[in-house]
């Protein structure tokens, strides 16, 4: 039985390396995930992956079902989520290029389902309820993740607070610094609601996020039209420490 998910973000809409099996596309009370789902083999062991954006890199991060797509996976048995994402480096040592674990987040967007304790959906016939985050990833799937990045000799941030803005746009410099002065080190666009709701869903969740840029104000003017290719080198320093993890949970599936 397939228990674990990929989620993959800007640049991991199609992974390589997956021996798709089947497809599915999955109603949920909340509408329509993102794209179907699919099921197969990644490193030798079963896997589910969604596109966060879609196949296609579609939907715009404020526009993603959040509440659908983790709603999908959790229907069908999934019990571990690796979600992976493209972020701007604060943190002096988030580099373009590295690899950052985070430990913490802060939400900063709006306008965003960010439950299912909504008052009128609930689970389980509770609709109102209160969760803890004090620690919002799990501790063993980040261990696999910063294990396989020492394995595959990337550079790998250990720890780091996760900020998540609202997008689609990237944020000012004034508004970096204040990301700064609440201590984030990184900063992205769809890291939130996704582990609130996976913590709701008793989901273990981490977050593997591939620095592909400077946050603004940090090194100049951020050259838009060279995101793309810094997005495609991240997906594959990405995929090793994917495969690399995988390896690893195998042991404590």
Not at 21 to 40: A, D, H, Q, W, Y
Not at 212 to 233: F, Q, Y
Request: with cysteine; net charge neutral; hydrophobic share 40%.
């Amino acid at each position: 039985m397939t228990t674990l998910a990929i989620i993959g973000g800007s640049g991991l809409s199609r992974m390589e390396g997956l021996k798709v099996n089947r497809r599915e596309m999955i109603k949920t009370p909340f509408g329509s995930p993102s794209c179907p789902v699919l099921f197969g083999e990644f490193s030798g062991m079963p896997v589910a992956f969604l596109a966060r954006h879609g196949h296609s890199h579609q939907i715009p991060p404020h526009q993603i079902n959040y509440c659908a797509n983790l709603w999908a996976l959790h229907s069908v048995g999934i019990e571990r989520v690796i979600a992976v994402g493209t972020v701007g480096g604060i943190a002096d040592d988030c580099k373009p290029g590295t690899v950052v674990i985070p430990d913490q987040i802060i939400d900063y967007t709006q306008g965003r389902e960010n439950s299912f304790y909504d008052g009128t959906h609930g689970l389980n016939g509770v609709t109102v309820r209160a969760i803890d985050l004090t620690e919002p990833y799990d501790p063993t799937l980040r261990q696999a993740l910063i294990g396989a990045g020492v394995e595959c000799a990337e550079s790998v941030r250990d720890n780091g607070t996760y900020g998540v803005s609202s997008g689609p746009r990237l944020e000012t410099a004034a508004e970096v610094q204040r990301l700064e002065r609440d201590g984030c080190s990184i900063v992205g666009m769809t890291g939130m609601p996704e582990a609130a709701l996976a913590r709701e869903l008793k989901i273990a969740y981490a977050c593997c996020a591939i620095v592909v840029r400077r946050a603004a104000g940090k090194a100049g003017p951020i050259d838009t039209d060279a995101l793309p290719e810094s997005v495609k080198s991240g997906t594959k320093v990405a995929r090793n420490l994917l495969v690399s993890a995988m390896a690893r949970l195998v042991t404590t599936a």
